[in-house]
Nanobody
Framework: QVQLVESGGGLVQPGGSPRLSCAAS????????MNWYRQVPGKERELVAT????????IYSDSVKGQFTIYRDNARNTVYLQMNSLKPEDTAVYYC????????????WGQGTQVTVSS
């Protein structure tokens, strides 16, 4: 039922500023906080950013603070990650994430979108 579909990744140059999108369906999108994670091979998945259900509050990892912006459009059931001034260290698979706790913890992930920062 729950479906999260990321898009917007690809090969970008250092300094580029792509925007990732996560299209959500199968749940009441406006009732839940949403997260972006990223993962590189051999490393743990890293929480990048969190946004509250209304979009009124955001939290960023230290590694991307001031560089990335998470925002959402509840009318379109979409959460975005605007990435600015990309560096090779930002290369990763980026995942959209939903956590529901009403029925015990349920953790949902999209398929991920690859972002490769290279010249």
């Amino acid at each position: 039922q729950v479906q999260l579909v990321e898009s917007g990744g690809g090969l970008v140059q250092p300094g580029g500023s792509p925007r990732l999108s996560c299209a959500a369906s199968g749940f009441t999108f406006s009732s839940y906080a949403m997260n972006w994670y990223r993962q590189v091979p051999g490393k743990e998945r890293e929480l990048v950013a969190t946004i509250t259900s209304t979009g009124g509050s955001t939290i960023y990892s230290d590694s991307v603070k001031g560089q990335f912006t998470i925002y959402r459009d509840n009318a379109r059931n979409t959460v975005y990650l605007q990435m600015n001034s990309l560096k090779p260290e930002d290369t990763a698979v980026y995942y959209c994430n939903l956590i529901q706790r009403q029925w015990g913890i349920r953790n949902y992930w999209g398929q991920g979108t690859q972002v490769t920062v290279s010249s």
